[in-house]
């Protein structure tokens, strides 16, 4: 640990020095990441693979791609990005010139997930860097290989006293909790983003918590189900399941439940054939303890479909629960597997039952063609983001600012936001000095009524 706070220090005092607001020395560590991430797309690739079999094109689409995307983002921007922004004066402060600053916070810790693991580590680096920033990231101790390939690809661009890696667990995680920040981003789950918050709170250190929680998707009678269940069962089953935004229980109108069903069990062996095991695209479960804990939310329920679990393999099947307890575990916990809910409604009345039941969710999804359900539905409930007729493609447009609320998380990020989100935003007036009536100075009797006015026509 001591090696850590000497590393703290040195940023701390190479922030002071001012390099890293200087935009072309942001910009030329940006590129050379570029190029270093370039340099290991396989090598990242097969880390994926070996820590939980995702597939090359899984590995790409879902986190390669998008990291590619927000860096060159981050580069073509960064010089519209960092200048002041003119900001309409008031004529209740006239004369004066008014500007908002980008100003990064200083040191940032970023703390990682293991889902996306490669994803969810370099994204907020790049923005956090972009911004002007020094940090140090903590991978996800449960993803070696992929954790050991960032680590690597860290150490080769940045000098530590702009980034660094640090690996290990909860241990390690609680020491660099423990120290002071400016800034606290992380992604990880709703327990562990509750003791983020508190480690944060004893130095008033502003956070970003992207958590997770139980994502519900509503399916009404006016839809087309086999692209229903074509989108569904890709959204549910993408990365196994183990997605933050991945819909975690469906609640269909009960006049199409049984179809919806036939349909899903279709589409799921059209996908991944009888043997889901033998896919090569369907990946495992992260560890035995998470493999155990999803066995666990399996038990007294009414398993329509797949249900078969290989502890040694991490594997659980593509599986189907038909209408479990509102109170059961697997309708309680956040799922992040590959087990699929199926709860039924009447009237819009046992849906808000269900959804008020849980915590605010990270997303919300809705499948219909019928505009006044589908706009009574996204304002009806408050949830991080969320998809009318498709599921999680709302994390690609990096134009859409992506987080939680509530229990699913604060603040947020993607693209110019991830920028904003690690930049204070620091007001500033500058005032001309050729004009200075003597209105607001005292003595202030008799101007009351003028005072008024002013408010009430340039206030
Ligand atoms: P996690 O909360 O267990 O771990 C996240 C990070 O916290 C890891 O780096 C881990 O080392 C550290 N950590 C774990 N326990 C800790 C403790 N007691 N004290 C201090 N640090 C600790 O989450 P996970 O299992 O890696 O990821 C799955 C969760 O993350 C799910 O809930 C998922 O919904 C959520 N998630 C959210 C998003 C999002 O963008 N909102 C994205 C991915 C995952």
Redesign the pocket.
């Given at each position: 640990m001591n090696d850590i706070l000497h590393i703290i220090d040195k940023q701390r005092a190479f922030f002071k020095s001012q390099k890293t607001k200087d935009l072309e020395y942001r910009l030329s560590l940006l590129k050379t990441l570029k190029v270093e991430i370039f340099a290991n797309e396989q090598v990242v690739l097969d880390a994926l693979n070996k820590d939980f079999k995702k597939s090359g094109f899984e590995g790409y689409l879902s986190e390669f791609g998008l990291v590619i995307t927000e860096l060159d983002l981050a580069i073509k921007n960064l010089k519209k990005w960092v200048k002041p922004k003119r900001i309409k004066a008031s004529l209740l402060t006239f004369p004066s010139k008014d500007y908002i600053y980008q100003e990064p916070y200083g040191s940032i810790l970023i703390?990682?997930?293991?889902?996306?693991?490669f994803l969810?580590a370099m994204e907020p680096l790049i923005m956090a860097i972009a911004a002007g920033n020094t940090v140090v990231l903590?991978?996800?101790?449960?993803t070696t290989n992929t954790s050991n390939v960032i680590s690597a690809i860290i150490k080769k661009v940045f000098p530590k006293e702009v980034a660094m890696p640090v690996e290990?667990?909860?241990e390690?995680?609680?020491q660099?909790?423990a120290q002071k920040w400016d800034y606290i981003f992380?992604?990880?789950?709703?327990?562990?983003?509750k003791?983020?918050a508190e480690?944060a709170a004893k130095h008033l250190t502003p956070v970003t918590?992207?958590?997770?929680?139980k994502s519900p998707c509503i399916i009404d009678d006016s839809i087309d189900l086999k692209l229903v269940a074509r989108r569904l069962v890709w959204g549910k089953l993408l990365n196994g399941g183990?997605?933050?935004?991945?819909p975690d229980y469906i609640i269909v109108k009960s006049t199409v439940k049984d179809k919806l069903i036939e349909v899903l069990k279709a589409e799921i062996i059209k996908r991944y054939g009888h043997n889901p095991k033998e896919s090569p695209d369907f990946p495992r479960i992260?560890n035995e303890r998470?493999t155990q804990r999803l066995a666990e939310l399996l038990k007294n329920t009414n398993v329509v479909f797949g249900g078969e679990i290989d502890k040694n393999d991490c594997y659980i099947a593509p599986t189907i629960v038909d209408e479990p307890d509102l109170n059961s575990k697997l309708m309680q916990d956040?799922i992040?597997g590959p087990i699929l809910p199926i709860l039924t409604y009447d009237n819009e009345d046992n849906i808000a039952h269900i959804i008020w039941n849980l915590d605010k969710p990270?997303s919300l999804y809705v499948f219909s063609t019928q505009t006044a359900f589908i706009e009574q539905t996204i304002k009806k409930y408050s949830f991080?983001g969320g998809v009318i007729n498709d599921l999680l493609i709302h994390?690609g447009n990096y134009r859409l600012p992506?987080?939680?609320v509530g229990a699913?998380?604060m603040g947020n990020y993607h693209g110019k936001y991830g920028f904003t989100t690690f930049s204070n935003q620091k007001p500033i007036m500058k005032r001309g000095n050729w004009y200075d009536p003597s209105f607001r100075y005292p003595p202030y009797k008799g101007k009351m009524s003028l005072l008024k006015t002013i408010f009430k026509y340039f206030g």
């Open positions: 703390m990682a997930p293991w889902n996306y693991p969810l903590k991978p996800s101790e449960l290990g667990g909860v390690i995680s609680t660099l909790l992380f992604t990880g789950s709703t327990k562990v983003g003791i983020v480690a918590l992207e958590l997770g929680g183990q997605t933050c935004i991945a992260i998470n956040e992040f990270l991080g994390f992506f987080g939680g699913s998380g």
